[in-house]
């Protein structure tokens, strides 16, 4: 501790959190998340889905994702657009309208082409440039596709769909393709390189592949490092999109040991490969983590306490940027 994050990460990768609105109104939790010391980076975590910014047909409301994106400017950080087409957070215009092909293919290039278009040049400019997870967890675990309402309906050229109308909303945006599950080489990583591949060979536009890492304490997969270069020897970078490490409660000094050195690992394994380009934790700290609501009696996955208070993981990151 007492090492700039930020610093140690400089002019080559960056580091950040998630954050949702709700939470800006917290003054000691914004004060942190501020630090540009420790985050030069913010994704929000909920206000730019598909449910937040077009909850009725051909409306869009931005409030959510602008005060977000006014926050980082006002600190000086990087923001990360999450994200355009995404099975999950969809009103249920959108996944009950039965929609045909070509309608729901208008609708995706609309909603695309609008929300990226909405933000495009609202970032400040820093290096890299800001980024949009515009296809999101498009596969299940053994790799097929997800049986969503775009597969169903459009097949898989929703992505390329998608992919093309953020390009020409926004030409300087990074283009990702977000997943979990893909942190190890296995059937969903391959799934992901084969995907990748099969854009470019039909230039479509696609910069990034997104790796979610929401991992489990003791579980960083030994083949991390080896996978993202994968993915980069592709012609993409990389990026740890939403990076936490649960544990199963309660937390222990050995589980918060343990926490330290998977969070130095992957921090270790980012600043090894030369096209990660960053690190974004999935909000920083235990009072707003999304874990303990979705897997029971799982939690403690942030590097900082329920009381804004830095845990062994904090030291974690800072030795990962620093190996
Ligand atoms: O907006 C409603 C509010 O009106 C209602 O009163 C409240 C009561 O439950 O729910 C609110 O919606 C919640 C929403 O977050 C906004 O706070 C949903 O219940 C809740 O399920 C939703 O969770 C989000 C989750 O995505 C949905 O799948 C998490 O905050 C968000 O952190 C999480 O983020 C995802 C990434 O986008 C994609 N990768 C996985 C990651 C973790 O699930």
């Not at 580091?15 to 914004?30: K, R």
């Not at 309608?103 to 082409?113: A, F, K, N, P, R």
């Not at 390189?193 to 979610?212: E, F, H, R, T």
């Not at 990076?243 to 270790?268: F, G, N």
Request: glycine share 8%; with cysteine.
């Amino acid at each position: 501790a007492g090492l700039s994050v930020v610093a140690l990460a400089a002019g080559k990768k960056y580091f950040g959190s998630a954050t949702d609105n709700p939470e800006l109104t917290d003054t000691a939790y914004v004060a942190e998340l501020s630090n540009t010391k420790d985050f030069n980076q913010i994704t929000p975590g909920n206000s730019m889905k598909w449910d937040a910014t077009e909850p009725s047909r051909g409306t869009f409301t931005f409030s959510g994702g602008d005060a977000v994106v006014a926050l980082a400017k006002k600190n000086g950080q990087l923001v990360r657009g999450h994200n355009c087409v995404w099975h999950n957070q969809l009103p249920s215009w959108v996944t009950s309208g039965n929609f045909d092909n070509a309608t729901l293919t208008s609708i995706v290039q609309t909603h695309c082409s609008t929300v990226v278009g909405h933000y495009k040049g609202q970032i400040c400019k820093y290096s890299p440039p800001h980024s949009w997870d515009v296809i999101n967890e498009p596969f299940n675990d053994d790799g097929t596709w997800r049986s969503d309402v775009f597969y169903n309906t459009m097949g898989s050229s929703y992505v390329a769909v998608a992919l093309r109308a953020a390009r020409a909303a926004d030409p300087a945006a990074k283009l990702y393709i977000n997943d979990y599950n893909i942190e190890g080489t296995g059937a969903k990583s391959t799934a992901m390189v084969n995907l990748v591949k099969s854009l470019k060979a039909s230039g479509v536009p696609i910069d990034g592949i997104g790796v979610q890492a929401h991992l489990i304490v003791g579980q960083v997969p030994s083949t991390l490092q080896a996978n993202l270069e994968q993915f980069t020897a592709l012609g993409v970078e990389v990026a740890i999109t939403e990076l936490d490490i649960r544990m199963t409660l309660p937390e222990t000094a050995a589980l918060r040991q343990q926490q330290k050195q998977d969070y130095q690992s992957v921090i270790a394994a980012c600043k090894a490969v030369a096209g990660c380009v960053g690190v974004t934790i999935w909000d920083y700290t235990d009072k707003y983590s999304w874990v303990p609501g979705t897997f029971s009696g799982q939690g403690a996955a942030c590097p900082w306490d329920a009381n804004l208070v830095k845990k062994p993981a904090y030291d974690g990151i800072v030795a990962g940027w620093q190996s």
